[in-house]
C-alpha cells in the first residue's frame, strides 16, 4: 500500500567515511556477516565534479538496505563531532530474536569488540559496539507488544511537545526521564 504523504520507501543506504575499506570489509562482512554488494571506484565526485579518488562500498542487510562507507584513500576516518556524546549518533539494525542478539554479543567479544549491554530499553533490547572506523553500532531486537508499539504512536507527539514546552522554559542540567 503506497502512502502518499510518505514518500519514503525505506533506507536504502547510510554512508560513512573509512580509513580502510579491507579493514571496514572485513568488519562487515566477516565479522558481522553483511555482504559486501556494490563498489564504486571514481576519481571525480559525481554529485560536484570534485576531484577526490574514492571507492565506495556497500554491505547488505537481509532487507536489502545498506550500510556503506567511502575510503578517500587517505587513511582518515570520520572525526567525532566534539559537541556531540559518542553514544548519540550511531546506527540501529534490527535482529529477529534475543538469542541471535546474544549469538552476536558473544562473538564480538570472542573477536575482542568492546560490547555494551544488553541494554533494556522496554520497546527493544539491544547491544552497542564501535566499528573500526569509531561508528557505534547497535543491535536491537523489538520487545514490545502490538498494543504497546500502538500506544507508542498515539503518544509521541503529545511526548515531543512536552519536551519542546520544557526546553522552552530553559531547561538545561537534567531531564525527566
Known amino acids: 500500500m503506497t502512502n502518499a504523504a510518505n514518500p519514503a520507501r525505506g533506507l536504502h543506504h547510510f554512508a560513512w567515511r573509512c580509513r580502510d575499506a579491507e579493514e571496514t570489509r572485513h568488519f562487515y562482512e566477516d565479522l558481522l556477516g553483511l555482504p559486501l554488494v556494490h563498489l564504486i571506484r571514481l576519481d571525480h565526485v559525481p554529485s560536484t565534479g570534485e576531484y577526490c579518488p574514492y571507492v565506495h562500498i556497500f554491505f547488505e542487510m537481509t532487507d536489502g538496505s545498506c550500510i556503506a562507507f567511502f575510503d578517500l584513500g587517505d587513511g582518515q576516518a570520520t572525526a567525532p563531532s566534539p559537541n556531540t556524546p559518542d553514544w548519540v549518533n550511531h546506527i540501529a539494525m534490527r535482529m529477529d530474536t534475543l538469542e ?72 538545561r542540567a537534567e531531564v525527566p526521564a
Not at 132 to 153: I, K, S, Y
Open 100 to 171: 541471535e542478539l546474544e549469538a552476536m554479543r558473544q562473538k564480538l567479544i570472542a573477536h575482542g569488540v568492546n560490547v555494551l549491554g544488553v541494554t533494556d530499553h522496554k520497546m527493544c533490547k539491544s547491544i552497542y559496539f564501535f566499528d573500526p572506523n569509531g561508528l557505534r553500532l547497535e543491535f536491537a531486537v523489538a520487545t514490545q507488544t502490538e498494543d504497546e508499539a500502538r500506544a507508542h504512536r498515539e503518544s509521541a507527539r503529545a511526548g515531543l511537545d512536552a519536551w519542546t514546552a520544557f526546553r522552552r522554559n530553559g531547561a
